[in-house]
């Protein structure tokens, strides 16, 4: 269940985001679950770096219904997912940021694997350098619905941990809570800049 402080954590996420332009030009959103049934997601069109408690739509998880009328985000099929799959989680972050969109049409297979970095540990069940990260990338779709199909068919794979890339789009993360969803974005978004910034180097 959540709670007002957790939504104003939520919003203070997002203003951090929007600070970093991670979600520029009213791009990216971010949701809370409330409970089994229900969550809070941004509304379109909103910029990230100036919400309010107001800015944030109650959807029903198991059918995206808006009882209010009003319009969430176009990627709330990403979230509810997200939720349904995963009860223990509580919170859900999409970004574009310039890394995880480059780095994503990069990357030609499946996954995104990171080896050898110290922040690996940022994420949950990570405990050491030497483990590799592997995150899944799904190619990108304007059909949201084939896309959270897409997804869904992959989920017995296991490496649906703490987040995914779409490729060309940007990354969706989440965490038991905003906290630790905070914390997987943070840590997932150093990981890939200093991947990216590998690659520039050994090709230079």
């Known amino acids: 269940m959540s709670t007002p402080d957790a939504l104003a954590q939520l919003i203070a996420t997002c203003h951090w ?3 970093r332009g991670w979600a520029p030009a009213t791009g990216g959103n971010m949701s809370l679950r409330q409970d089994a049934r229900y969550c809070l997601l941004s509304e379109s069109g909103k ?3 100036s919400l309010s408690a107001d800015d944030f739509i109650q959807v029903e998880i198991a ?8 319009r969430p985000s176009a990627e709330t099929g990403l979230h509810t997912l997200i939720y349904r799959l995963f009860p223990e989680a509580g919170s859900v972050l999409h970004v574009h940021t ?3 969109t480059v780095l994503s049409r990069l990357t030609t297979g499946p996954t995104l694997e990171i ?14 350098h030497l483990d590799t ?3 899944p990338l799904f190619d990108n779709d304007q059909d949201i619905a084939a896309l959270v199909q897409r997804i869904e068919a992959s989920a017995d794979s296991a490496l649906l941990r703490y987040g995914f890339l779409l490729r060309g789009h940007g990354l969706t993360c989440w965490g038991r809570d905003v906290s630790e969803a905070r914390r997987h974005l943070e840590g997932l978004e150093f990981l890939f800049q200093c991947e990216l910034q590998r690659r520039i ?4």
């Open 115 to 128: 080896q050898g970095y110290e922040m690996q540990k940022a994420l949950a069940g990570q405990y050491s």
């Open 47 to 49: 910029d990230k770096g």
């Open 98 to 100: 310039v890394n995880t």
């Open 201 to 204: 180097l050994e090709k230079s």
């Open 133 to 135: 990260v592997t995150v």
């Open 17 to 19: 985001i929007g600070a």
């Open 63 to 70: 059918s995206n219904h808006v009882s209010s009328g009003r």
